[in-house]
DNA sequence: GTTACACTGTCGTCAATTTGACAATCTTTA
DNA sequence: TAAAGATTGTCAAATTGACGACAGTGTAAC
């Protein structure tokens, strides 16, 4: 991968977008690759951040261990998708563990460099703070539409939020197709896995989805979208 | 109220009491006082926002009403507790409602008498950057320690979260003695006034808590704790 | 004080969900 | 290709929690 790929993908995140071209390269002549093997990890929550990431190739599974030492995931990141920035902000740890779910290539801008980007163009705050306020502004929705839904409510809503990716709400990469098992899918809406599967395979035999091993496919957005009102 | 009372109540907030005074008394002198009467709404999810609010005296309510057209309680904000600053950021509606729950005196900085002070301060980004990672933080640990809890976990951590004050994680202000009904309880965790009451009373007979009229008191906070683990 | 209202305590019933078990199917690895 | 491992489909039993009902108790208003 070259700096004119790497170029785009800052080019292309609804974020970084705005930085002027030279502030951009400046960015990625500190920055450096790191490769994750499957299964690798990349930082757990607690540990001290080191820079923020951007996927230039593969998957990066998002979570954290719960008391019980069950994992809950909050989401998957897939190419083009930058991470980790609230740690560039506050100085404080990571607040996840993150993993590769696949062999994964990322791109890292150092902390330093970062914060000495903010602090030589105070003019982009405002941007980096829009930003910040977006992050909130999902969370919050990932909250409150949660909360009162009906399990399989939370299922549809729970697919949408891994097809639409989580943390790029502003981009409108709408993947259909969703790899994850009916397993991981029950961990996040904390649900089991028998249930899980016989609420997916209702939604098959409607036609909203198509259920596959390993995989889901979403046929019917605005029927899922609809039952995310239950 | 007279200023050095307001005064004191910038003084007193982890996030803008390292604001010159100068600063803080310029805000007052364009602040505005609102009365709410009890019941009296403030503002609904998607207004567009006209300031940031300190509570002066009595008790708002943050809500929002979900597809069904129940009320889902976030949380209630009280004395000495500032709110709606996200807007202020990022220029979009507000991300809740807000009612009065008992007469309430409000003392806004109006939006733009903010803006300027950001614009005219550019130092004073950092600082209030690290105010939305704070958000940011205590919202991913609502979703992180919520999940995967059973019932009687999510009541603790939601009475712990009352009493500690979820907006104002850095404030060491913790509360023992929380006024709340049971039904708003079961609302705020999405459960039923009876299975809320049954576990309280529970928590009661070990003496982790006392149940009153209208009134939650926490009298052993370690083994409430020790509950969000299950 | 007394009347109205809000909140709590406690039933039983019913529906939804978990759990454990086991077989079948798909994928990966050797 | 064969074996191992992961994932799915499905059951029945046990559990959990929602819901309606109703009585009792605390608080506020008049």
Same mark, same amino acid.
């Given at each position: 991968m070259d700096n004119s790929e790497i170029e785009y993908l800052f080019k292309h995140n609804n974020w970084l977008d705005q930085l002027p071209l030279h502030v951009i390269q400046g960015l990625i002549a500190v920055s450096k690759l790191k490769v994750l093997n499957k299964g690798q990890i990349l930082h757990a929550k607690g540990d001290s951040a080191d820079g923020i990431y951007c996927i230039l190739k593969g998957k990066i599974r998002v979570s954290n261990v719960n008391s019980q030492g069950k994992e809950m995931v909050l989401t998957w990141l897939e190419n083009g998708t930058w991470f980790g920035e609230i740690s560039m902000f506050d100085?404080?740890?990571?607040t996840h563990d993150a993993h590769a779910d696949e062999k994964s290539h990322l791109l890292m801008v150092p902390k330093l460099a970062f914060q000495k980007l903010l602090q030589d163009n105070p003019h982009f705050y405002p941007f980096f703070m829009r930003m910040l306020c977006q992050r909130i502004r999902v969370t919050f929705n990932l909250i409150d539409e949660t909360g009162g839904l009906s399990l399989l409510g939370q299922l549809a809503r729970r697919i949408i939020l891994l097809a639409n990716g989580l943390h790029n709400a502003? *981009?409108? *990469? @709408?993947? @259909?197709q969703i790899g994850i098992s009916q397993e991981s899918l029950a961990h996040m809406i904390n649900s089991s896995r028998q249930t899980v599967n016989k609420l997916l395979n209702q939604l098959g035999q409607k036609n909203i989805i198509k259920v596959d091993y390993g995989m889901i496919e979403i046929i019917d957005m605005q029927e899922l979208e609809a039952l995310c009102e239950i």
């Amino acid at each position: 991968m070259d700096n004119s790929e790497i170029e785009y993908l800052f080019k292309h995140n609804n974020w970084l977008d705005q930085l002027p071209l030279h502030v951009i390269q400046g960015l990625i002549a500190v920055s450096k690759l790191k490769v994750l093997n499957k299964g690798q990890i990349l930082h757990a929550k607690g540990d001290s951040a080191d820079g923020i990431y951007c996927i230039l190739k593969g998957k990066i599974r998002v979570s954290n261990v719960n008391s019980q030492g069950k994992e809950m995931v909050l989401t998957w990141l897939e190419n083009g998708t930058w991470f980790g920035e609230i740690s560039m902000f506050d100085d404080l740890p990571r607040t996840h563990d993150a993993h590769a779910d696949e062999k994964s290539h990322l791109l890292m801008v150092p902390k330093l460099a970062f914060q000495k980007l903010l602090q030589d163009n105070p003019h982009f705050y405002p941007f980096f703070m829009r930003m910040l306020c977006q992050r909130i502004r999902v969370t919050f929705n990932l909250i409150d539409e949660t909360g009162g839904l009906s399990l399989l409510g939370q299922l549809a809503r729970r697919i949408i939020l891994l097809a639409n990716g989580l943390h790029n709400a502003g *981009q409108h *990469q @709408k993947t @259909k197709q969703i790899g994850i098992s009916q397993e991981s899918l029950a961990h996040m809406i904390n649900s089991s896995r028998q249930t899980v599967n016989k609420l997916l395979n209702q939604l098959g035999q409607k036609n909203i989805i198509k259920v596959d091993y390993g995989m889901i496919e979403i046929i019917d957005m605005q029927e899922l979208e609809a039952l995310c009102e239950i």
